[in-house]
DNA sequence: TGCGTGACCACGG
DNA sequence: CCCGTGGCCACGC
């Protein structure tokens, strides 16, 4: 796949996070066959700004930290979308990461 | 062309 | 949990 897919693939999986869940850039890199490209997906979300419907919010890293929020349009609009869906966030940090955490190998594996 | 940087991650200690 | 190391690769200078 060249780059634009790449690209285009990492959207429309964030775009399938269900609302009150939350997945992390390896995860997705994983799920696209590019397990250790994780930083292109982080890449990729910084770019998600200039698409429609890209929930960039429920993308963390593998810890469950906002580290992406320092990306929007202010800082604390990253954990205020979260918490708006039901995801506690203190000191930075996605509480019940486990609970929350959906994984798209998992999950559109059926 | 090369080098530093970064919304990452696995592994070892 | 923290720390360092290595791998990844687009981008800007």
Redesign the pocket.
């Known amino acids: 796949m060249d780059?634009q897919n790449?690209f285009q693939n990492v959207y429309d999986v964030a775009r399938l996070i269900p609302k009150g869940r939350v997945t992390?850039?390896?995860?997705i890199?994983?799920y696209l066959g590019?397990?250790?490209?994780?930083?292109?997906?982080?890449?990729?979300?910084?770019?998600?700004?200039a698409y429609p419907d890209v929930p960039?919010?429920r993308?963390?890293?593998?810890?469950?930290?906002?580290?992406?929020?320092?990306?929007?349009a202010t800082p604390s609009l990253?954990q205020e979308l979260l918490e708006a869906e039901g995801i506690s966030v203190r000191n930075n940090?996605v509480q019940q990461f486990q609970v929350h955490f959906w994984d798209p190998m998992k999950e559109l594996e059926l």
Request: charged share 10%; net charge positive; glycine share 12%.
């Open positions: 780059q790449f992390s850039y390896g995860a890199a994983a590019v397990k250790s490209s994780a930083r292109m997906v982080g890449w990729a979300m910084n770019q998600a700004g960039a919010h993308v963390v890293n593998h810890q469950g930290l906002l580290t992406g929020k320092h990306h929007f990253m940090k």
